[in-house]
């Protein structure tokens, strides 16, 4: 079936150090499914932070930025330069075009540390 | 920011017991989802619709859980007889398109005891 996976359940970075958390995916059933980044911030509600629906092309927002490869189906999320505000819990997602669904992976912790 | 009301936001039930929790989606998204997520932050799929129209559902839904969109109303999920591994924090998220971006709400923390 299809299926997201973020192997790090956590990862803590120091301020202003550079970030990437993995995600790859399994589209058995979807030729090119649309791809998420989601953001839950401490006290907050699940929320968007980007989406690519493209492959080949990069999203971007808050200066994180994510690559859709088909090839590796991979869509790993990064950032050049890590601040104690984005220290919440990022789920990677996909879901197919015609939008019955969409599959989430089980989430990265991420603790930016001073 | 999300506009998407999930009540209660916690709720303790007893084995057997019902467990009914409600969301209203965003102004304008016809389509809800319903997730729930365990404690190993694992996503389950349970349902959704499209307006009033359920659009999919998984098995275990369709045995203990029960959920509707009546129009002019909050959607509501409900577990007929709740079971401990029941407890879970259950989600609701609305949406313009299915495959577009999901609005969340804060989601009902359940908790059977």
């Known amino acids: 079936g299809d299926s997201v996976t973020q192997t790090e359940g956590q990862v803590t970075v120091s301020e202003s150090k550079s970030l990437i958390i993995n995600c790859t995916y399994s589209?058995?059933?979807?030729?090119?499914?649309?791809l998420f980044w989601y953001v839950r911030y401490p006290g907050e509600g699940l929320q968007l932070l980007l989406k690519?629906?493209?492959?080949?092309q990069k999203g971007s927002s808050r200066g994180f930025e994510a690559t859709y490869n088909k090839e590796a189906t991979s869509f790993h999320l990064q950032k050049a330069s890590v601040q104690e505000s984005d220290s919440a819990v990022y789920y990677c997602?996909?879901?197919?075009?015609?939008?019955?669904?969409?599959?989430f992976g089980t989430g990265t912790k991420l603790q930016v540390v001073p | 920011n999300s506009k998407v009301i999930q009540t209660p936001r916690y709720l303790v039930k007893g084995q057997g017991q019902k467990a009914k929790m409600r969301c209203i989606p965003e102004?304008?998204?016809?389509?809800v989802f319903w997730y729930q997520q365990n404690k190993n932050n694992e996503f389950k799929f349970l349902i959704n619709?499209?307006?009033?129209?359920?659009?999919?559902q998984i098995d275990m839904t369709e045995k203990r859980f029960s959920a509707e969109c009546p129009s002019n109303s909050p959607c509501s999920l409900e577990i007929q007889s709740s079971e401990a591994g029941d407890s879970a924090l259950y989600l609701c998220?609305?949406?313009?398109?299915?495959?577009?971006?999901?609005?969340f709400g804060h989601g009902t923390k359940l908790s059977v005891l």
């Open positions: 998220a609305s949406s313009r398109r299915g495959n577009e971006r999901l609005f």
């Open positions: 589209a058995t059933s979807i030729g090119y499914p649309n």
């Open positions: 690519v629906i493209t492959a080949g």
């Open positions: 997602a996909l879901s197919d075009q015609s939008g019955t669904y969409q599959r």
């Open positions: 102004k304008g998204h016809p389509v």
């Open positions: 619709f499209q307006n009033q129209e359920v659009l999919q």
